[in-house]
T-cell receptor, first 114, second 112 residues
Framework: DSGVTQTPKHLITATGQRVTLRCSPR?????VYWYQQSLDQGLQFLIQ???????AKGNILERFSAQQFPDLHSELNLSSLELGDSALYFC?????????????FGEGSWLTVV | TQLLEQSPQFLSIQEGENLTVYCNSS?????LQWYRQEPGEGPVLLVT?????EVKKLKRLTFQFGDARKDSSLHITAAQPGDTGLYLC????????????FGQGTTLQVKP
């Protein structure tokens, strides 16, 4: 158990819909990351937050957005869903947001778009 | 754009054999990490290497960071069925963030 909690674990939704994935980081961790894992793309960095502010942005689509709240939990919002958005979405956290920090991953949220 | 290429993508070996997984890039990384991921779970950190030429050992696993900090290898001695899983290398760039660039992964199957 990494201490990072993600909900829901599995989600099936239709194209065009919107979903929200939730993440609670490890106690005391200030930085939260979102990654997408698919068979063809592997693990891709989406976005990083540090203490409520966006720190880094990766290949995140405009249809996706995220935020980190004052209690440090984070949400990833995916809208106008397409079949290609089906993937495993991981949240991860680290104590700080610097290179070399140990990053702990949650168990992921499986999203299936039908 | 920083990219990490892992090889081989798939490896199926018998228990007791040795193996090496490679992670290569044309870019320099400030640090490189190796993760292991099992089905239904998130990646779990095995090791972080920071210094060029650094070698770290974790029981039967030996990790090496290239002198130029562009490549790394993972060597497993006398593989066991419990080593089965997806091995991922991930590089941390020079940017002031914790962002990681992941390789495509190596799926290892160790047969008893």
């Amino acid at each position: 158990d990494s201490g990072v909690t993600q909900t829901p674990k599995h989600l099936i939704t239709a194209t065009g819909q919107r979903v929200t994935l939730r993440c609670s980081p490890r106690s005391g961790d200030l930085s939260v990351y979102w990654y997408q894992q698919s068979l063809d793309q592997g693990l891709q960095f989406l976005i990083q937050y540090y203490n409520g502010e966006e720190r880094a942005k990766g290949n995140i689509l405009e249809r996706f957005s995220a935020q980190q709240f004052p209690d440090l939990h984070s949400e990833l919002n995916l809208s106008s869903l397409e079949l290609g958005d089906s993937a495993l979405y991981f949240c991860a956290s680290s104590s700080q947001g610097w290179p070399g920090n140990t990053i702990y991953f949650g168990e992921g949220s499986w999203l299936t778009v039908v | 754009t920083q990219l990490l290429e892992q090889s081989p993508q798939f490896l199926s070996i018998q228990e007791g054999e040795n193996l090496t997984v490679y992670c290569n890039s044309s870019s320099v990384f400030s640090s490189l990490q190796w993760y292991r991921q099992e089905p239904g779970e998130g990646p779990v950190l095995l090791v972080t290497v920071v210094t060029g030429g650094e070698v770290k050992k974790l029981k039967r696993l030996t990790f090496q960071f290239g002198d130029a900090r562009k490549d790394s290898s993972l060597h497993i001695t006398a593989a066991q069925p419990g080593d089965t899983g997806l091995y991922l290398c991930a590089g941390s760039g020079s940017s002031n963030t914790g962002k990681l660039i992941f390789g495509q992964g190596t799926t290892l199957q160790v047969k008893p």
